[in-house]
């Protein structure tokens, strides 16, 4: 088959690199596969190394802009028209509308989107959302199918009138990257934040892997710092990611006075095989849809606390494999944190069933084999 994936950015965030599991192991298989997509970040850099070719629009981005929107649909129809997909495969909430409208315009006869978390449920003003809602609703009815990867998501997307069997529940699954050692994760890192090995080795580091974006809620997880280490002075935080809060994040950990206990790394390629660098994973986000990060940190036995946000649930259970709080409430997060601290042995346990469950739920292959039925139109 030829298949053509569409994502709004070209950045390696969950969505991107789910994108670039599908399309090499598509290709693998031996379909014909090509991806546009925003921008020319890694994701693009990636799936050319992989042999994939690229289309990059230049204009398309997550923001509205209906001058760029208008200029984004119509490279898009022309990629489209120019390829004659036997599949149109759609990821993230823009992309998801302008080709969708594309392919139907111009006869795609097997038009899916993938949902990674529907963006209503992100933090914004209630008319905001409601044309969220609405526009989401004619994406789903302009396409033929609609993948959801979470329950949240699919408890949400049943509630959207008219859509209701065009919706397919697929777990994400990821094959997990290989981990660099303890020791070689805590050498990186402390000399990633200029610290002294044997001073980090000291230290309880809660980490994480993000965007640096509102929807994650980091400047939570940095109030939650802040009365952290007036317990646990021993305790820091580093934060792999880059994005457009860093400024306003940085600010914050100097209001706080936490420069020498809260770290932002920035972009680390292959964050995920740094893990074991980490005494806690944490995901504060206010939006998710199903984060990789946090299956990769089971796959590393790590203990998690993250919140109760979309997909997070489908993949932690309470008090059993990690601790879940509510979003935006630094102070349940610092408890939560803080416990997992105070509670070394019952940390460990919680690591090694998460592990269990991402080994026996997760799995790229049941993902592989779900796809390739959908597109096959089973």
Request: aromatic share 8%.
């Amino acid at each position: 088959m030829k298949i053509l994936y569409i994502i709004t950015k070209s950045n390696w965030g969950g969505a991107g690199r789910h994108v670039y599991d599908l399309a090499t192991n598509m290709k693998e298989q031996g379909h014909e596969v090509k991806v546009a997509l925003g921008g020319s970040g890694t994701l693009k850099t990636r799936l050319e190394s992989a042999g994939i070719f690229t289309y990059s629009i230049a204009d398309m981005g997550r923001d509205i802009s209906v001058g760029k929107d208008a200029g984004s649909l119509r490279q898009i129809f022309s990629v489209i028209k120019s390829q004659k997909p036997d599949i149109l495969h759609l990821h993230s909430p823009k992309a998801a509308g302008l080709g969708s409208l594309a392919g139907r315009l111009l006869g795609v006869k097997n038009i899916i989107m993938t949902v990674h978390g529907w963006t209503w449920n992100e933090d914004r003003p209630w008319y905001e959302r409601l044309g969220i809602i609405f526009v989401s609703w004619l994406t789903g009815i302009l396409c033929h199918r609609i993948i959801v990867i979470s329950k949240h998501d699919h408890d949400q997307a049943m509630r959207l009138p008219g859509l209701e069997r065009k919706i397919i529940f697929v777990p994400l699954g990821i094959r997990p990257s290989p981990l660099v050692s303890v020791d070689g994760a805590k050498q990186f890192m402390a000399k990633a934040i200029n610290m002294d090995v044997a001073d980090f080795n000291k230290k309880t580091i809660i980490g994480t892997i993000a965007e640096l974006h509102r929807n994650k809620g980091l400047t939570f997880l940095i109030e939650a710092m802040a009365m952290i280490v007036t317990k646990f002075p021993s305790a820091s935080c580093i934060i792999m990611g880059e994005g457009e809060e860093r400024t306003r994040l940085q600010t914050l950990i100097r209001e706080k006075g936490l420069e020498q206990q809260v770290f932002l790394l920035g972009y680390v390629e292959d964050a995920a095989q740094y893990l074991k660098a980490f005494s806690i994973f944490v995901l504060p986000s206010i939006k998710e849809g199903l984060p990789y990060t946090i299956i990769e940190a089971g796959a590393a036995s790590l203990p998690v606390v993250a919140t109760t946000v979309g997909g997070i649930p489908d993949i932690i259970h309470d008090m059993e494999s990690g601790i879940l709080v509510q979003p935006k409430d630094s102070r349940d997060l610092a408890h939560a944190l803080m416990f997992t601290i105070e509670h070394p042995k019952e940390s460990r346990g919680y690591g090694a069933h998460l592990k269990e469950t991402i080994t026996s739920v997760f799995s790229l292959q049941k993902m592989l084999e779900s796809l390739s039925r959908i597109y096959s139109g089973n």
